[in-house]
């Protein structure tokens, strides 16, 4: 089978290697997918780098979205899932941008008919982040303001589209004016460009309320900063991941003072402790896609042998939308 294997840490371009290697065999409790497509995540980029809080033994193969249909199961997992589409999270080292991934037969789902797989390879990780980040951990009520900064990435615009599903008022942030048009082409009512002046004067000028309620937070450094300023009374930043590259150092006595909160968010813990919030997230995702309340924004689909390319585009900041590798 064809699979993509970081051999060294580096940016994916040079990190990653296309190789014919076996087909994976299942351990116990596994089931082994045959891919049908393969959502990139940043996750994906941090892997290569050799930075994200997960570090497999190399080499091992990206790939932490995907969509497939079981072909083979290991002992102690269920026979009756043969057959099965699936959308899950790939165990490393198998991950997904391969032929065959690997998955814990414990933390796979059914996809339902009406979705696709390139599509469904978009619902899993990226929207199970946003739901949990907003509804569990932001804890998110019909009126309130949510920022969303890094709005034109594949979890930006889904936080978007979740949060203005359940009634919220969206402000998104982007950099640079073509975001700015892609972001707004799908519903967001008010997005700032970060290039045009100061974003926490932008924010509180847009805002009804004067700042935020809520702040999804997926890019550190100066961004978790502003929103340490436009944050509102009792308001909540959900911190989701550090997509500039610099993790901020939060000031406590600020938090403090202001009476604002700090919430982490892993949403691969929930599979630990709260794995029945995780099938109810995954199943009202599927809801909202069912009834045309989101729409996961693909901007591109493309073959395997152009995986290493798109994650250096994801990781160069070129990327709007989602990537997909479909088979």
Known sequence: MRSWQVLDHGEPRTALTLRNTDPPCPRPGQVRVKVGATSANFADVLLCRGSYQVAPELPFTPGLETCGVIDAVGDAARVDLLGQRVVGQPVLPRGGFADYALMDSRAVLPVPAFICDTSAATLHLTYLTAWLALHRRGE??????????????????????????????VIGIVSGADKKALVESHGVPTVIDRTGGNVIEQVQAASPNGGADIVFESVGGD???????????????????????TIPQPRLNHAFVKNYTIAGLHWGLYWKHRPDIVRAGQAEIFALFHDRMISPVIARTLAIDDVADALQDLADGRTHGKTVMAL
């Open 140 to 169: 998110m009520t019909v009126g309130d303001v949510v920022v969303v900064t890094a709005a034109a990435g594949g979890v930006g615009l889904a936080a978007a589209q979740i949060a203005m599903a359940a009634g919220a008022t």
């Open 223 to 245: 961004s978790y900063q502003e929103a340490t300023k436009y944050i509102n009374f009792e308001g909540r930043i959900v911190v989701v991941g550090f997509a500039g590259g």
